[in-house]
């Protein structure tokens, strides 16, 4: 099992940056395919962007493609969400979670996700 804690929300501009960081601690982190979701208020939780394991392929949201950025340093045991040029529809609270597939393929299916961090709140104010 793999435990998840999410950092680095808060409150920016619009346009502004942000960076979210997701520590793990457990077993074998570097085995966990990972990725970031967000839910805003009175909305579905929908899918951001993740990462395999070895952090060599990546998808994303058609919503932050060219605008965010994932990334894992396995060292670390932590996954980043590099968020630049924000919009005030990023407002949602975000969260880090952890699948393990068999092999090292990038997972996006909410369900697939084993793990999940207890979300950090992000405000894009306009």
């Known amino acids: 099992q793999v435990q998840l804690v999410e950092s680095g929300g808060g409150l920016v501009q619009a346009g502004g940056s942000l960076r979210l960081s997701c520590a793990a601690s457990?077993?074998?982190?570097?085995?966990?395919?990972m990725g970031w979701f967000r839910q805003a208020p009175g909305k579905e939780r929908e899918f951001v962007t993740a990462?395999?394991?070895?952090?060599?392929?990546?998808a994303y949201a058609g919503s932050v493609e060219g605008r965010f950025t994932i990334s894992r340093d396995n060292a670390k045991n932590t996954v980043y969400l590099q968020m630049n040029s924000l919009k005030p529809e990023d407002t949602a609270v975000y969260y880090c979670?952890?699948?393990?597939?068999?092999?090292?393929?990038?997972?996006?299916?909410?369900?697939?996700?084993?793990?999940w961090g207890q979300g950090t709140q992000v405000t894009v104010s306009s």
């Open positions: 990462i395999n394991w070895s952090g060599r392929s990546t």
């Open positions: 457990g077993r074998t982190y570097s085995r966990y395919a």
């Open positions: 979670a952890a699948a393990e597939p068999l092999r090292d393929v990038v997972v996006t299916n909410g369900p697939e996700f084993l793990y």
